[in-house]
């Protein structure tokens, strides 16, 4: 069949700087910061990093109650099950009906596993949940997703650290635009904010150490020392462009095209080729040649060697032009969301589209001279912007890039 044109008619956010898009876009513009002392962790614990983007539970209780989720015990799937309500509510497209459901997660309910291995070692077999199997598999949260909203086209996981939300939102992208699928939605959830997950990262080494959470993430900044962990959630509704043209929806963006590599290297050193390749596919996907794009929201982790490497991305496969399209990044207000980082950014493309604002890259004071990038500073900059390329790059070596662009009908 003919490749058919994708676009976005629904979105929503979860995250330490609000529940809805409008709240998250606002507090993002205003220089507000998300990251704050993580619970859980006392002063005197030998865990040196104790701060993260964490999201209040009064504030997650109280979005939850909103949509009536009042029957999910795990955190992760209650973000899960939040964004993709409110998602399909903002399409409009609520009640049963037959529509794919791509999850994208990097933890699942890793605290679950967590706790339930302390209590078989602590209090014996008779001890353990006996619906801990059910609670742990990763493809729970796109069921309760499926059976809440009776949603009956496939549901499946997918999980590429912090590539998950790209490669998730670009599953269902293909299956719309391939014919497989009429309607998608594409989630992303991910907590790995539970002390003994938490403790893991930080015994990996890439978190900052930077006590002050308005400071301690701090990407392509010379003084950068790492990145800051986070949590939260996003989902979007694609469908085909003449569909949605035929029911009224509101158009959000169209999805020019998506790409995808591996480094096949190595599981924490990014690599260049591999992903330049990525930003190459999505643009030539999109007929668009590197110039046409009018901002890039960057990956921007804040680790020594990331930073390095997605500017020379930057630069190699916009050559010149790099120094003129602006770039910026999110997670000096948010950390890094891990399996629903990407989504969350994805949602800031999409409202650069709409509102032809670029928010700027929070702590750049002292840009590292190894990324020359058109970095946007302090203040954000008022430019219309008609395509723009949003970049996930993962532990692992998983590779996404995605152009995302204002409907021309």
Known sequence: MTPRRVVVTGMSV???LGFEVDEFWRNLLDGRCGISRLPGVPDDSPI???IAGCIPDDRLAAALARLKIDDEPDRSSRLGLYVAG???EDAGLQGPREMDVILGTGHGN????NEQTRVFYADGFRKLRPTTVLRVMFNRTANLISIRHQLTGISYVVSCACATGAIAFSEAYHRIRFGLAESALA?????GLDVPTFAAWSRLGVLSKIPDPATASRPFDRDRQGLVMGEGGAAFVLEPLEAAKARGARILAEVGGVGGTSDGKHLVHPEVPQQVRAVR???E???LAPNEIGYVNAHGTATEVADLVEAQTIREVFGAHAD???VSNTKAQLGHLMGATAGVELVTTIQVLREGLIPPNRNLENPDPRCPLAFVRNEPLRVPVAAAVKNSFAFGGTNSAIVLRTVTM
């Open 281 to 283: 596919m999505a643009l």
């Open 285 to 287: 996907a999109a007929g």
């Open 324 to 326: 003129r399209v602006p």
């Open 110 to 113: 890793v605290a679950v596993s």
């Open 14 to 16: 979860a995250c330490a």
């Open 48 to 50: 040196p990093v104790k």
């Open 86 to 88: 409110r998602a399909l």
């Open 187 to 191: 989630a992303c959830c991910d907590t």
